[in-house]
């Protein structure tokens, strides 16, 4: 394997490391922004901050599954460029092509990876609600 392709390589994994890290930085965000709203709304008894879930989850949720897509995309040119021969190495980290099979925002929305963890935390709001409005469910 040449010096070229095992450098384009390395571009493409530095790359696909720094999506993940975005990624697992949006989920810890996220459960940071979602704790501080149920924080503030057990403190005040508003229930304003718990519908401003409804609006930062899928919110963040998206941010998540388009991380996810785009390290999908540069796995997907990384084993493209794996296959190269050596002469064809062009250095190139344009990911936009490849848009098919599970490269695709709604496969990524419903990663498994991904979908429990926004889904748990827009039902949290609704238990919260729930047993405030109800002893029978929580007591």
Known sequence: ?????????????????RMSTNSFIVKGWT????????????KDSNITY??????????FWYLNAFFLLQERRYRSLY?????????????SM?????NTGKNTIIKCLKANTIWPIYCLMLLIPLGIYLCENSNKYCY
């Open 50 to 59: 718990a519908i401003l879930t409804y609006i930062a989850v899928p919110i």
């Open 31 to 42: 459960i940071t922004l979602i704790s501080a709203l149920f924080v503030l709304a057990q």
């Open 94 to 98: 344009d990911a936009k092509n490849y």
């Open 79 to 91: 084993d493209d460029v794996r296959r190269k021969d050596d002469n064809a190495i062009d250095f």
């Open 1 to 17: 394997m040449s010096e070229n392709k095992l450098k384009h390589l390395e571009f493409i994994h530095n790359t696909i490391n």
